[in-house]
């Protein structure tokens, strides 16, 4: 308990803390988490293959699915936010996987005002990123693998809406094999970022420029003991030219007779908990049916649903 208190508790707080220095950055609809089952465990899941969306954690996870998986996800978050996420991965014999899938964010119902403050109509933005996945194991039990991003990110205007484009790249290593924990190494967001040209809508003040989003650097891994399955990872936080942060994210996962699950976790500076079904819907215990809820302070709180299936 000692050693908890030393140690454990204020890495939390500092993985809280240098988390709030960079959420302000650009993509951070793309470092929040999609599925339920991850983000109920804290999105630590660098080393884990998740259930239908493997290759947003970790690009070389897609190496290790071993059948066509696909997955369909929604966030209802405060302040009339959402996303959603679709996925579709499988293997491609002998030792390859593949994979493509969609992440969209937005808010709705923006306050739209004249320069007078008068109400002119009610706005929505949006932010999209289109993600292929290839990954190839070198051997049975070391893959490695890439995601391509195509980057959108529209902003309302009164008159007229900016948009935003771009193309990224996550890079991700992992070892994986028999009952051994697994270890992972990603590099999330290299060279991502929105070009921008704002000519049209502040005319001669307007510019093109380019606005990059942070490079996390992430390690984590994997433990199982008895009923319950742990994972973790930490990250470090650059913007090219220096450090932002660090960042830990930690959760564990509780079994019932194979088919029943319970989480926790922390991760993002989010404390999150939640439940998960596997069933039988055209083969045995091919579906998961899953749900987080996540504590967003001072915003309020999040419902995501996550439902996946093999085929």
């Known amino acids: 308990m000692k050693t908890i208190k030393k140690y454990i508790i204020p890495m939390l707080f500092a993985g809280a803390l240098s988390a709030a220095d960079f959420a302000g950055y650009s993509g951070s609809f793309l470092r929040m988490g999609v599925t339920a089952r991850a983000i109920a465990m804290g999105s630590a899941f660098t080393a884990e293959l998740d259930h239908g969306f493997s290759a947003y954690y970790n ?28 996925s579709v991965s499988m293997n491609l014999p002998p030792t390859a996987g593949v994979g493509i899938s969609w ?3 937005g808010a709705d119902e923006i306050d739209g005002r004249s320069t007078s403050g008068k109400h002119t109509q009610y706005l929505s933005t949006s932010e999209d990123a289109l993600m292929f996945t290839f990954s190839q194991k070198l051997r049975s039990w070391f893959a490695m693998g890439i995601n391509v991003k195509i980057l959108y990110h529209q902003l309302p205007m009164n008159s007229d809406n900016l948009t935003g484009s771009g193309i990224g790249f996550d890079m991700g290593v992992m070892i ?34 380019k606005e990059l989003f ?18 973790g990872d930490l990250g470090l936080i650059t913007d090219q030219d220096s450090v932002l942060g660090y960042s830990m994210r930690i959760g ?6 194979d088919r029943y699950f319970l989480r926790v976790g922390y991760g993002n500076s989010r404390a999150s908990v939640g439940a998960g079904l596997n ?6 215990n091919d579906a998961y049916l899953d749900y987080a809820f996540v504590i967003e302070y001072p915003a309020g709180s999040a419902h995501i649903f996550t439902y996946a299936f093999h085929f």
Not at 66 to 85: C, T, Y
Not at 214 to 231: A, N
């Open 59 to 86: 690009p070389a996870a897609t190496a290790f699915v071993e059948s066509r998986r696909a997955n369909f996800a929604h966030q209802s978050l405060p302040l009339n936010r959402r996303i959603i996420a679709a």
């Open 103 to 105: 992440v969209s964010a």
């Open 176 to 209: 994986r094999g028999g009952n051994m924990p697994s270890l992972a190494f990603m590099v999330q967001d290299l060279n991502s970022s929105y070009n921008w040209n704002t000519t049209s809508v502040f005319e001669e003040q307007g510019k093109s420029y």
């Open 214 to 231: 942070p490079t996390i650097y992430r390690i984590g891994s994997t433990y199982t003991l008895g009923s319950f399955f742990f994972v």
């Open 252 to 257: 564990t996962e509780y079994t019932y007779k």
């Open 279 to 284: 069933w039988t819907f055209a083969q045995k």
